[in-house]
Protein backbone atom coordinates (compact mmCIF):
# COMPACT_ATOMS: atom_id res chain seq x y z
CA UNK A 1 0.00 0.00 0.00
CA UNK A 2 1.48 3.11 -1.26
CA UNK A 3 2.42 5.92 1.26
CA UNK A 4 0.89 9.80 0.59
CA UNK A 5 3.15 11.03 3.43
CA UNK A 6 7.31 10.41 3.44
CA UNK A 7 7.73 11.82 6.43
CA UNK A 8 6.05 8.33 7.94
CA UNK A 9 7.91 6.54 5.39
CA UNK A 10 11.03 8.15 7.44
CA UNK A 11 9.60 7.53 10.85
CA UNK A 12 9.13 3.29 9.98
CA UNK A 13 12.54 3.33 8.98
CA UNK A 14 13.60 4.58 11.62
CA UNK A 15 11.95 2.36 14.23
CA UNK A 16 13.27 -0.32 12.32
CA UNK A 17 16.96 0.50 12.49
CA UNK A 18 16.36 1.44 16.48
CA UNK A 19 15.25 -1.98 17.31
CA UNK A 20 17.48 -3.94 15.53
CA UNK A 21 20.51 -1.78 16.75
CA UNK A 22 19.65 -2.37 19.84
CA UNK A 23 18.75 -6.13 18.49
CA UNK A 24 15.31 -6.58 19.53
CA UNK A 25 13.21 -9.37 16.94
CA UNK A 26 10.18 -8.09 15.57
CA UNK A 27 8.68 -11.10 17.25
CA UNK A 28 10.44 -9.86 20.60
CA UNK A 29 9.32 -6.58 20.34
CA UNK A 30 5.51 -7.53 19.42
CA UNK A 31 5.95 -9.78 22.74
CA UNK A 32 6.70 -6.78 24.85
CA UNK A 33 3.90 -4.30 23.48
CA UNK A 34 1.70 -7.29 24.29
CA UNK A 35 0.43 -8.04 20.46
CA UNK A 36 0.28 -10.33 18.14
CA UNK A 37 3.81 -12.03 16.62
CA UNK A 38 3.07 -10.16 13.64
CA UNK A 39 2.21 -6.55 14.71
CA UNK A 40 5.91 -5.32 14.36
CA UNK A 41 6.51 -6.81 10.83
CA UNK A 42 3.34 -5.43 9.47
CA UNK A 43 3.77 -1.97 10.34
CA UNK A 44 7.47 -2.03 9.50
CA UNK A 45 6.55 -3.41 5.84
CA UNK A 46 3.54 -0.89 5.29
CA UNK A 47 1.02 -2.78 5.70
CA UNK A 48 -0.65 -1.75 8.57
CA UNK A 49 -0.53 2.03 10.01
CA UNK A 50 0.59 2.82 13.86
CA UNK A 51 -2.31 5.10 15.77
CA UNK A 52 -0.33 7.56 18.33
CA UNK A 53 -0.83 5.06 21.55
CA UNK A 54 0.74 2.30 19.46
CA UNK A 55 3.94 5.28 18.74
CA UNK A 56 4.26 5.81 22.16
CA UNK A 57 4.42 2.24 23.60
CA UNK A 58 6.76 1.35 20.60
CA UNK A 59 9.04 4.55 21.70
CA UNK A 60 8.88 3.48 25.38
CA UNK A 61 9.78 -0.28 24.67
CA UNK A 62 13.19 1.17 22.13
CA UNK A 63 13.72 3.79 24.96
CA UNK A 64 12.95 6.64 22.32
CA UNK A 65 11.43 10.00 23.25
CA UNK A 66 8.01 10.41 21.37
CA UNK A 67 8.24 14.24 21.12
CA UNK A 68 12.00 13.84 20.05
CA UNK A 69 10.90 11.63 17.28
CA UNK A 70 7.97 13.29 15.94
CA UNK A 71 9.67 16.36 16.11
CA UNK A 72 12.55 15.08 14.37
CA UNK A 73 10.60 13.29 11.35
CA UNK A 74 7.98 16.20 11.07
CA UNK A 75 9.02 18.70 11.64
CA UNK A 76 12.85 18.72 10.92
CA UNK A 77 13.04 16.59 8.78
CA UNK A 78 14.65 18.00 5.26
CA UNK A 79 12.66 17.26 1.90
CA UNK A 80 13.71 14.99 -0.46
CA UNK A 81 14.14 10.72 -0.48
CA UNK A 82 17.90 10.46 -0.28
CA UNK A 83 18.03 13.01 2.09
CA UNK A 84 15.82 11.40 4.22
CA UNK A 85 17.82 8.82 4.39
CA UNK A 86 20.69 10.74 5.18
CA UNK A 87 18.84 12.68 8.05
CA UNK A 88 17.42 9.08 9.33
CA UNK A 89 20.94 7.76 10.06
CA UNK A 90 22.32 10.53 11.44
CA UNK A 91 19.26 11.44 14.17
CA UNK A 92 19.48 7.52 15.14
CA UNK A 93 23.43 7.57 15.01
CA UNK A 94 23.09 10.84 17.46
CA UNK A 95 20.43 9.30 19.70
CA UNK A 96 22.00 5.67 20.62
CA UNK A 97 25.91 7.72 20.31
CA UNK A 98 24.48 10.13 23.25
CA UNK A 99 22.76 7.09 24.88
CA UNK A 100 26.31 5.84 25.43
CA UNK A 101 26.41 3.39 22.25
CA UNK A 102 30.05 3.76 20.51
CA UNK A 103 29.69 3.74 16.24
CA UNK A 104 32.71 1.49 14.61
CA UNK A 105 32.87 1.67 11.20
CA UNK A 106 29.15 2.46 10.74
CA UNK A 107 28.25 -0.61 13.32
CA UNK A 108 26.71 0.31 17.07
CA UNK A 109 28.52 -1.44 19.86
CA UNK A 110 27.52 -2.20 22.89
CA UNK A 111 26.22 0.54 25.59
CA UNK A 112 29.75 1.28 27.51
CA UNK A 113 27.46 1.23 31.03
CA UNK A 114 26.80 -2.38 30.21
Do not use: W
Not at 21 to 44: A, N
Not at 62 to 78: C, E, M, R
Not at 83 to 99: S, V
Amino acid sequence: MPNIYPSYDVLIRLLREVRKERQITQEELSERLGKHRTFVTKYESGDRRLDVFELQAICTELSLDIHAVVDAVIGKTPPGTSRHEEYLHGFAKGFLIGKGYKVEGGVFAENEDG
